[in-house]
């Protein structure tokens, strides 16, 4: 006898796919870049540096830019712009390889 119970099943931990590898790897780079243009921008008012978080989260960033002024809205359109791309992301990776199984 083991010790175990022969019923009971040991929960799985949930597999990232490749996509979502890719899209996660995304995620982090777009808050990094978005911390490291915070921070530029705290110690200089003419820092440019706020657009290279939007470029990089664009196309959804730049149409949410739109919005009313503010670092709370540019931090809205910077997050739901990665969000939506991670999310892309996923769908073409998972497209691809389901392509690719059936050929």
Same mark, same amino acid.
């Given at each position: 006898m083991t010790g175990t119970d022969p019923g009971r099943t040991v929960p799985r931990r949930p597999r990232l796919?490749?996509? #979502? %590898?890719?899209? $996660?790897v995304y995620v982090v780079i777009c808050a990094a870049l978005f911390i490291w243009a915070l921070?530029?921008?705290a110690n200089s008012d003419e820092s440019m540096a706020g657009v290279i978080p939007l470029l990089a989260t664009?196309?959804?960033?730049?149409?949410?830019?739109?919005?009313?002024? #503010? %670092?709370?809205? $540019?931090?809205?359109?910077v997050a739901l712009g990665a969000l939506v791309n991670a999310a892309v992301i996923t769908w073409c990776a998972r497209a691809l390889s389901r392509g690719r199984r059936a050929g």
């Open positions: 796919s490749a996509g #979502g %590898t890719i899209a $996660l921070v530029v921008s664009a196309p959804v960033s730049l149409v949410l830019l739109v919005l009313p002024d #503010g %670092t709370a809205m $540019l931090v809205v359109a």
